[in-house]
């Protein structure tokens, strides 16, 4: 299990349109300056990030390849721009998927209105050099109030298809005092995106702390008020 706290902290310097502090980011795993050897990702998940940008703030255009990009929108609205043409607004609960494949550059960051709080994960490929894509998918909040939902996926049924077969994240939201059995899998990483919850065997978890499962693990979390919460699995 590792705390909210223990993430590293990245905070965007200033320019000559915005103050230091205009996105600030909490890695989950080694990224940038920031390397523990130790702590370079967990199956083919090789970056959790808990991104915040300011309003009206973006991140320049920079280049990815050969990466699945998976943002789940929690406050405020994404919006995106690609060298494909794509155009995005990504509002709360939505899921954004960018395949960087054989390489496309974009830009990414929050509209006028209001801060975007997102969290984007980077998911290596079943293959390389493949042709870039973009998607967008918005969940239906009683849907994730029922229980989980596929919302990005290797496998069929999901709400945005990943190139990357048996892996799947899940999302759901719960009241208090309601349970979900955690999906099964061979790796499950799980992060507490708001709120407060229980989970077997570990305890009691706030937003921003995370639970790495190794093996085909039944446990079951239960909300402490209202709580949203996200898991990755993976089939290697």
Request: aromatic share 6%.
């Amino acid at each position: 299990m590792r705390r909210s706290a223990d993430r590293f902290l990245t905070v965007a310097p200033a320019r000559p349109d915005a103050d230091a502090g205009w996105a600030e980011t909490r890695h989950s795993f080694s990224f940038g300056e920031h390397y523990d050897p130790e702590d370079v990702g967990f199956g083919p998940l090789v970056a959790l990030n808990d991104e915040t940008v300011r309003a009206g703030q973006a991140y320049p255009d920079h280049v990815h390849r050969d990466t699945e990009i998976v943002s789940w929108v929690v406050a405020g609205t994404l919006r995106h721009a690609d060298s494909g043409g794509h155009l995005g607004q990504a509002g709360v609960g939505t899921v954004q998927r960018l395949s960087a494949g054989s390489g496309v550059t974009h830009t990414e960051g929050a509209t006028d209105g209001a801060d975007v709080r997102f969290l984007q994960a980077w998911v290596r490929p079943d293959e390389a050099g493949t042709a870039p894509s973009y998607a967008l998918g918005t969940v239906d909040p009683q849907a994730l109030a029922a229980g989980w939902v596929a919302v990005a996926s290797g496998e069929p049924g999901a709400v945005v298809d990943l190139l990357s077969r048996g892996t799947t994240l899940w999302v759901t939201r719960t009241g208090d005092d309601e349970v979900r059995a955690l999906p099964v899998a061979r790796r499950a990483l799980l992060m507490v995106v708001g709120g407060s919850a229980e989970l077997d065997g570990v305890g009691s978890l706030d937003q921003g702390d995370a639970v790495r499962v190794t093996g085909r693990v039944p446990l079951v979390l239960r909300g402490r008020g209202a709580c949203e919460v996200l898991v990755w699995t993976f089939a290697s």
